[in-house]
């Protein structure tokens, strides 16, 4: 197709839009609503699977020290833990740390317990394991705790239960929401085109005349699949911006709510990929759509 003819069903297509003012914007608000809906499901459920992903990388592996290791020794091991494959961080929580944690519990719980503890601090020094893969949680565990490799260490534990959980929680959510988007993909497509086949419908007689002067069907349907295009982006760009717009109000609401989850997270994906993945799904809708419609149509005519 030369360059003069893709201007002149360009030029055609925007005509046709113009020509049929009621008719497109009822296509552009059906597209709006629609991809409004498919782009808000889907972000919704993209931002659960995003929090229940990230909570298996807040469990720790809690290392305890025997109480006759020396600091010295303690700062090695955890050197040693470090170099371990798989280790993003290790910190050490000093038996001093731990007493003081203790006596502040004591104040806000009104027990007594640091107090009760005479003599020496009785308390391990604790080295706190963070992985790369919470996966992985159960392999690292176990070689920590071989006494013939790690003697300094008197007690491991770990969280791989809830980990294990958390895993089948999250499995199951981007399962759900493999199947709802799906369905809404479809769904969403179905009301496009639909909408699409309306204002083919509408200018059945236009058609009609295209065809009887002679008109090829590709020359017939190529400005109405721009027009589908049209749609298609222009709807989904404003649906992206509605999206957008909830979202943002929504994490505004929930910065101002003091809660454990608001700071765990993560960072949503940037309005360009947003916006760029929706008029993207919109643009192959509404060529498709309108492929799909013509065709169907031209072949009744």
Known sequence: MSLSSLSFHIEEAGKNIRRNGLMSL???????????????????????????????RQFEIAVYVHSSTSRDDAQELRSKIARLPGVAHI????????MRDLEDKDRQGGTSIAAEIEGANPLPDRLDVRLEDPHQTAVISAALSDPARYPEI???????????????????????????GGLLFLGTAFVIQNALRLTIIARRREIRVMQLVGATPGFIRFPMMLEGVFYGAVGSLIAA?????????????????????????????????????????????????????????????
């Open 154 to 180: 008197e007690k491991v534990r770990d969280a791989r239960q809830e980990i294990e959980i958390l895993f089948s929680v999250q499995r199951m959510i981007r399962n759900i929401g493999l199947a709802a």
């Open 26 to 56: 009822a296509a552009l608000t059906t597209v709006a609503v629609s991809m409004a809906v498919l782009g808000g499901a889907l972000f919704a459920l993209y931002r659960l699977h995003q929090l229940v992903e990230a909570q298996p």
């Open 241 to 301: 911006g509605l999206v957008l717009f909830v979202a943002n109000q929504l994490s505004t609401y929930a910065e101002r709510i003091v809660s454990p989850l608001a700071s765990m997270m993560p960072k949503a994906a940037g309005p360009s990929i947003v916006i760029g993945l929706m008029v993207g799904v919109g643009v192959l809708i509404g060529w498709s759509g309108s492929l799909l419609s013509i065709r169907r149509f031209l072949k009744r005519i």
């Open 91 to 98: 910190a050490l929580f000093t038996k001093e740390e731990a």
